[in-house]
Every structure is written in structure tokens, then in C-alpha cells.
């Protein structure tokens, strides 16, 4: 079963006044070219960033708010549809069966209830009287809401979405900043978005009405700007993300007691930007950004041990804005270029594996190489026959699928191919994963020469004392053959003393290269050897010349 991410968003932004009337809702389906599904990690381009943009996760679907769209996409992050013409859409909650979608609409003042099957508004209530409504949770059938951050009051109220026609049910929260929520169990916490000291209220949900059970306060604990809140599945703990101090921080929900701080390591540099917890409840995700770096760092939530780091694929998290999803964690990330990305990390929970791929030097264009590997569990436990995709890149980026391999019991595997052209070649390796372990990749670049020939022409006999000349060719199949370097020619005699002389001979700019000597009697073998450079392979080529004494 997969549960709804009990991670809040970020705290509304002031709108200009224009956009403080009500605008009529349309919703239509719009379907987007996606990548295809992948077993690895994977970031799908959203388009056009806005500053009023959420995300969250139940059953098989994932959304994302993006001002007056919301984007819906499975749990590979293929987009399935998008939700127009909506007027300020923000703050997002999801029933945890994936069904029915809630959206905060700063601008026109209501909240939408939106059947993800269809993607079609299916009610909405007004909320214009509490201005901007901005930040969600769920709770069961209760919806709380959190409004403001318009130049008006800020504030929370709750929603029973068990009848036709809600009627909003405000309770006190006192604010200094547009609202921040997160609600899970019989917790819910309504946080100050934004400025320093910024405090956290806690209140009890069980009954007919929140009940406060009091505040963490951000003077004590030197808490400023929050950036991300998160409750326990079991409404046990809160976690919160505020840019100061630099850690994220584990609450009990009860006593409001400070649990735990889960410290940045050397590989997670940046401030606190965004949190999550797994719906088991054993893990957190904390997302951190700094203008050089930034990245996902995955915890044990009862030791705060560090059991995985990402680094960001591409620009910076979105405040906010990490979701669970059984062992995923989905992300929104803002480049620079203002567009934004939904960023998937594949099966983060699970013990991870690591794949190794090695090639066998020397490979030449046309001929078979054979590259070995090996998989391997962190858990030390044996991997067995595992099938392994493999993937071929040219240095044109030209990819092609080569037949599957499986590992022997030990993780072993040899892969065996006939590279068609030389040059720079990538040779890819995939193992998609299983129900007890992570997916692992390896690649590896290889160089790759083409068949190079040599030959070395010249007399078969001569008279001592005479001068002899040797010429040769040097020819390249499938590329240009070079046209300088240098050509290494060993000349052995033959014999007892078997004197070797070696000496280099350029290439001419005709590929070919020339050279004379002057010899004794005896057999001499001269061989001409070519290194390989670039896309050339070694090559090398002999003659053998007898000389005589001249006859009397």
C-alpha cells in the first residue's frame, strides 16, 4: 500500500492585487512527450518554473502545481496529463489511494477537489473570505488549510470533505507569516513560513476541533526561515527543514521535545531545503541546496545514520517539495534557466548494489572485444543469475542494446562484442534491481583503434658495402592513415653475435616512409613497428635481406 507524503509546502507568496478576484475554473487533459520508463534514476522537464509550485504523491500518481496548471504523472514519472486553466494554483493535497486531488488556488480564492482519473474539477469551495489560500494536509476526510501571505491575515482552518458543501471552520494560530502545514495521524503542525525567528504550533486533531498542544518556539531554538515541515505516518514526530540552524531536526509531537539532529556529512553540503518521510516511517529524505552543489541525503530515522546521497542532477530543489513514493523520493528542481524538473530517485530504501566493468586493452575496430564485470550487494549476500542490460554508445552518440547477459552465482559477467568503428566507444551495463536490492549502472569508456597494416619492401640480396633502400606503406581500414609520426625499424643480424640496431624513420605525408642502410656480409631481418596513435592500431612488418661479399 502506497500512503500519501505527509510533507507540506512552502509558505504563500504575496500576490499583486490583481489577482485577488475570482476567476472561473476549466480544467482539460493535455498529454505531454515523456522518456520512456526506466528502472534508473530519472528527471522529466516540466517546462516553465513558477515560484508557486508543490508537489505530492499518492496511490500511482504524482502532481505537481505549477500556477495555473497541475501536472499529473505516474510513479516512473512518465506525465500522464495536465490540469489548464486554473488561477494560482499552490499548496496540493492527495487522498493516499491517489484518487482525489486537492489545490490550493491562490487567485481565485477557493480550493479544488479534482478526480485524477478523469483530471476534472468535481467541487470547489470558496475561501475568498480567508485570502489565499495556500499550504494543505489531510488528514482522513478533514482537509486543513492554510491561507495568507497576500498583504491580509494568516491563518489555518479545517475543511470536513465527508459532506457536500464544506464549511471552513478557522481556529486560532497565531501567526507572524503566511502558514506552513503538515498533518499525519492525529497530528497536525502549522508553521511560520517565513522570516527568523519563525515557530511551529502543534496541535491534536482527534477530536471535533485542533486542539493546541503547544509551540516550539524559534527564539529558543534559534529557528529562521523555514523551508519544509513533515509529520511521522503515525503523527509520533515532527521533522523540520529551517534554513537555520543547519540541520534537520526531529520533534516528539507530544511532549515537543527535541529528538534528534540529523547533521549534515561532507558529501551533503547547503542548507536545509526540503524533508520527507517514508511511509514505513524508518527513513528521511532531506534535500539541501547551495549555489555550487546541493543533494538528496537519505537517513535512518531512529540512528540518523546516512544510508544514501544523490547529488542534484540538474540546478537547485524546490523548497518544499520531496514526496515518498513505497521506496522513490520525488523532487521538483529550478535551473537556471527557469524551467523546472521532476526529479525521481528509484528504490533509495532499499541496500544498494554496485556493478563493476572492466576491457581488455588493445581493442581494435571490427574485431572482438571482451569486456568482464561483476555485481555486487552491499549486504554482502550472493547476487546469483541476475540479467544485465548492456548498451553500446558510438562516438557519434549513436546507441545501440546488445544481447543481455546474466552473472554467474558470484556476480561475475563477460561480455563479448565487435566494435564497428574505432574511436571512443561506451560500453553501458544495467542491473535493474530486485524486491531486496537497489538498481546499479557502470560505464566505461574504452578506445578503440582501427585495423592498421604496415609494409616494408626491399632487396632480398645485396653486395656488402652497397647502399640499399627500403620503402613502406602504412594503411589504415576505415580511417585516414597518419601522416606523420614516427615508424621504429630494428634491424637483427643473424648470427652468433645477433647484433640489433634500432632506429626511427618518419612518415611522409603520403603515408609512406623510406630509409637506406649500408651492411657487411651476412642476413639481416629489419622490422618496422608502428605504435598505434589516435584511432590507429599498432601495426608492424618485416624483410629479410641476405648480403654478400663482392665476388673477386
Known amino acids: 500500500m502506497r500512503f500519501l507524503s505527509a510533507t507540506p509546502r512552502r509558505s504563500a507568496l504575496s500576490w499583486p492585487g490583481a489577482l485577488a478576484g475570482v476567476l472561473a475554473l476549466t480544467a482539460g487533459l493535455l498529454i505531454a512527450p515523456v522518456p520512456a520508463a526506466s528502472a534508473e534514476d530519472s528527471v522529466t522537464d516540466l517546462g516553465a518554473f513558477s515560484y508557486s509550485t508543490d508537489l505530492v504523491v499518492g496511490g500511482d500518481k504524482v502532481a505537481v502545481s505549477i500556477d495555473d496548471r497541475i501536472v499529473v504523472a505516474d510513479t516512473t514519472g512518465e506525465v500522464e496529463g495536465t490540469i489548464t486553466g486554473l488561477f494560482g494554483a499552490y499548496g496540493l493535497a492527495m487522498t493516499p489511494d491517489g484518487t482525489r486531488l486537492y489545490a490550493a488556488l491562490m487567485g481565485s480564492g477557493e480550493v479544488a477537489e479534482i478526480d485524477t482519473a478523469t483530471l476534472e474539477i468535481t467541487r470547489r469551495v470558496d475561501l475568498a473570505a480567508y485570502g489565499c489560500p495556500s499550504s494543505l494536509a489531510l488528514t482522513g476526510e478533514r482537509l486543513w488549510v492554510g491561507y495568507g501571505g497576500c498583504g491580509g491575515a494568516s491563518g489555518a482552518l479545517g475543511l470536513d470533505l465527508s459532506v457536500t458543501t464544506p464549511e471552513p471552520a478557522p481556529f486560532e494560530v497565531p501567526l507572524k507569516s503566511g502558514p506552513y502545514l503538515a498533518a499525519a495521524g492525529n497530528t497536525l503542525v502549522v508553521g511560520e513560513g517565513g522570516g527568523s525567528p519563525a515557530d511551529l504550533f502543534v496541535y491534536d486533531v482527534s477530536g471535533a476541533a485542533p486542539v493546541f498542544r503547544g509551540e516550539i518556539d524559534g527564539h529558543t531554538y534559534f529557528h529562521g526561515r523555514l523551508n519544509d515541515v513533515a509529520v511521522a505516518p503515525d503523527g509520533s514526530h515532527v521533522i523540520s527543514a529551517f534554513a537555520l540552524p543547519d540541520a534537520f531536526e526531529m520533534w516528539d509531537a507530544t511532549t515537543l521535545a527535541r529528538v534528534h539532529s540529523y547533521e549534515k556529512g561532507p558529501e551533503a553540503e547547503g542548507y536545509p531545503a526540503t524533508v520527507a518521510i517514508s511511509p514505513d516511517g524508518a527513513y528521511i529524505a532531506g534535500g539541501r541546496n547551495q549555489l555550487s552543489a546541493g543533494g538528496m541525503t537519505l537517513y535512518d530515522r531512529a540512528s540518523g545514520a546516512e544510508i544514501y546521497a544523490a547529488s542534484l542532477p540538474e540546478g537547485e530543489i524546490v523548497d518544499g517539495s520531496a514526496a515518498f513514493s513505497g521506496r522513490d523520493i520525488f523532487s521538483l528542481l529550478k535551473t537556471d534557466s527557469d524551467h523546472l524538473y521532476l526529479w525521481r530517485l528509484h528504490d533509495v530504501t532499499l541496500p544498494a548494489s554496485t556493478l563493476t566493468l572492466t576491457a581488455e586493452p588493445g581493442a581494435t575496430a571490427q574485431q572482438p572485444l571482451a569486456l568482464t564485470g561483476r555485481l555486487a550487494f552491499d549486504d554482502g549476500t550472493v547476487p546469483g543469475a541476475q540479467p544485465l542490460a548492456v548498451t553500446r554508445t558510438l562516438p557519434d552518440g549513436t546507441s545501440t542494446e546488445l544481447p543481455s547477459v546474466t552473472t554467474a552465482a558470484d556476480g561475475t559477467f563477460t561480455i563479448t562484442d565487435t566494435p564497428p568503428i574505432g574511436g571512443e566507444l561506451t560500453y553501458t551495463v544495467l542491473w535493474n534491481g530486485d524486491e531486496s536490492h537497489r538498481w546499479s549502472k557502470a560505464s566505461l569508456i574504452t578506445a578503440v583503434r582501427y585495423v592498421t597494416t604496415l609494409t616494408l619492401t626491399g632487396p632480398t640480396s645485396a653486395v656488402a658495402g652497397t647502399r640499399l633502400v627500403f620503402s613502406g606503406q602504412i594503411q589504415v581500414t576505415g580511417a585516414t592513415a597518419p601522416r606523420s ?17 634500432q632506429r626511427p624513420v618518419g612518415i611522409n605525408p603520403s603515408a609512406s616512409y623510406m ?28 624483410h629479410v635481406v641476405t648480403v654478400y661479399e663482392p665476388t673477386k
Open 485 to 501: 609520426g614516427t615508424i621504429t625499424v630494428r634491424r637483427t643480424r643473424s648470427g652468433d653475435d645477433g647484433e640489433t640496431v
Open 515 to 542: 630509409f637506406t642502410d649500408v651492411l657487411s656480409a651476412g642476413e639481416y631481418t629489419y622490422t618496422a613497428h608502428w605504435a598505434g596513435g589516435g584511432q590507429t592500431g599498432p601495426a608492424q612488418a618485416s
